[in-house]
């Protein structure tokens, strides 16, 4: 099965670019605040609410996420109170949530400095729990998210986190990015036996797994025995590769093509078969 192709986009524009390319999970975030950066709460809504139209207009069912930043900067009080803009964004999206305004929308929160001596219980911050893992009407689901450079960040080793995001309540998938974005790839940090080991946690768990982190086509064969539900793009899909520029409607539409072109395995229907197979 072909991967959907998620872009990460920091304001309307931007998305309306990527869905005319062909973008099947739109990702609201904000470069320069990190690789998970949390955009101001207005752009998040503008954006989902952008994406809604678009799946109005055009009979589609393209996805909202949200990056949220690092699970410390909802948690730590001292960082907090250190940027009190963070965390008025921080109050405004609960509120958000509360009203209702941000239904159905996909959750990621980063990990760094969560792992070693700052090892955390939870992976999610407690303050949107009650919105994400509600069982009976979930507002939102949430994405587990490790980095494959995690001893570059103080994280959580990406098949730890595996292991923990199959039994989180609300957690829908595992997404693995890169923390430091300085040219070296998921591929650089991650061996094929370890992305392997992730798949069979996360396809036997039915949660989605989604590999990001500076990935261009020309990565995609070596990406192809690993069978993601979701590919995460940026730098591929801004003009001239640089995550900095503007999201370009023509390179998110080239790496569709290249994403359709490649032969994926069908790792998660041979995982699935197997555990009915033992059942």
Not at 49 to 71: D, K, M, Y
Not at 145 to 161: E, F, H, M, N, S
Not at 202 to 212: D, H, P, V
């Amino acid at each position: 099965m072909i991967p959907q192709l998620l872009v990460s986009v920091r304001n309307r524009q931007e998305a309306v670019n990527a869905l005319a390319g062909g973008a099947q999970i739109i990702d609201v975030k904000e470069p320069s605040k990190g690789p998970l950066g949390m955009a101001d709460v207005p752009t998040m809504i503008d954006v989902a609410e952008a994406t809604l139209r678009w799946n109005q207009a055009n009979r589609t069912a393209v996805s909202t996420s949200f990056a949220l930043g690092e699970i410390g900067d909802w948690e730590d009080k001292d960082h907090q109170e250190s940027r009190s803009a963070a965390l008025e964004d921080h109050r405004n999206l609960v509120n958000a949530f509360g009203e209702g305004r941000l239904a159905g929308v996909l959750l990621k929160v980063g990990t760094s400095r969560a792992g070693g001596e700052h090892v955390r219980s939870n992976v999610f911050p407690e303050s949107l729990l009650p919105y994400v893992a509600s069982l009976e009407n979930p507002v939102a689901n949430w994405i587990a998210v490790a980095y494959a450079d995690y001893t570059r960040c103080q994280g959580i080793c990406p098949l730890k986190l595996a292991e923990r995001a199959v039994t989180s309540p609300g957690c829908v998938g595992l997404l693995i990015d890169t923390f430091v974005k300085d040219g070296q790839g998921l591929l650089r940090f991650m061996s094929q036996e370890a992305l392997h080991a992730i798949r069979n946690i996360t396809s036997t768990a039915n949660l989605r797994l989604a590999l990001a982190g500076q990935i261009h086509t020309c990565d995609l064969p070596a990406l192809c025995g690993i069978a993601p539900d979701v590919i995460g793009i940026r730098g591929a899909a801004c003009d001239s590769g640089d995550r900095k520029s503007a999201i370009s409607q023509i390179r998110v539409r080239d790496f569709l093509e290249a994403l359709a072109a490649t032969r994926w395995s069908r790792h998660r229907e041979d995982a699935q078969s197997n555990v009915s197979g033992h059942q």
